[in-house]
T-cell receptor, first 115, second 114 residues
Framework: DAGVIQSPRHEVTEMGQEVTLRCKPI?????LFWYRQTMMRGLELLIY????????DSGMPEDRFSAKMPNASFSTLKIQPSEPRDSAVYFC?????????????FGEGSWLTVV | AQTVTQSQPEMSVQEAETVTLSCTYD???????LFWYKQPPSRQMILVIR??????QNATENRFSVNFQKAAKSFSLKISDSQLGDTAMYFC???????????FGQGTRLTINP
């Protein structure tokens, strides 16, 4: 079975440019998460969706960040405009939330460098 | 708010040895879930083992086992017969029952030496 699929795996962009990260969750999973990993702050939950609806976006750092989930098989995380401090690994993850505590499966991450 | 603390930033052992990674957490809840994730150099987060707080029996997955001490709020990971492929960052994580939010510790970098 295919896992969580993220693209791009690596991106280098210039400050001020728009960045779009993409995610395809595991088929049948009704929860989707976006995490960010940095050396300073570790792994942080940015936002999560349930049945395509954003449930908690309290981790989104500022208005430059936005996330959408137009359907059950696709989500995007957009940064506009990007800044060097946004450099991080961004993980998408999904879970079958039928019963609480189900395993959250992570994608391979998108490594973003903003110069 | 729940917090997860991993007090060992780095550890190093020889191949075939047994190693224990520490994790403590803070919560006022009684029902929750605990996880250990492995992050190899490829950066992918891989679930190693999972424990339900209401189960007294410690979870085991092949060479990986946990020592869950609910009263002490401790959740350590033991790796037996360590292998070179176990070299990775290991993250302890917590999730409240009824929630879907994982709270991670800062991680322990484990190196297995030949």
């Amino acid at each position: 079975d295919a896992g969580v699929i993220q693209s791009p795996r690596h991106e280098v962009t210039e400050m001020g440019q728009e960045v779009t990260l993409r995610c395809k969750p595991i088929s049948g999973h009704d929860y989707l998460f976006w995490y960010r990993q940095t050396m300073m702050r570790g792994l942080e939950l940015l936002i999560y969706f349930n049945n395509n609806v954003p449930i908690d976006d309290s981790g989104m750092p500022e208005d430059r960040f936005s996330a959408k989930m137009p359907n059950a098989s696709f989500s995007t995380l957009k940064i506009q405009p990007s800044e060097p401090r946004d450099s991080a690994v961004y993980f998408c993850a999904s879970a079958d939330g039928v019963s609480s505590g189900n395993t959250i499966y992570f994608g391979e991450g998108s490594w973003l460098t903003v110069v | 708010a729940q917090t997860v603390t991993q007090s060992q930033p780095e550890m190093s052992v020889q191949e075939a040895e047994t190693v224990t990674l520490s994790c403590t957490y803070d919560t006022s809840e009684s029902n929750y879930y605990l996880f250990w994730y492995k992050q190899p150099p490829s950066r992918q987060m891989i679930l190693v083992i999972r424990q339900e707080a209401y189960k007294q029996q410690n979870a085991t997955e092949n060479r990986f086992s946990v020592n869950f001490q609910k009263a002490a709020k401790s959740f350590s990971l033991k790796i037996s017969d360590s292998q070179l492929g176990d070299t990775a960052m290991y993250f302890c994580a917590f999730m409240n029952q009824g929630a879907q939010k994982l709270v991670f510790g800062q991680g322990t970098r484990l190196t297995i030496n030949p």
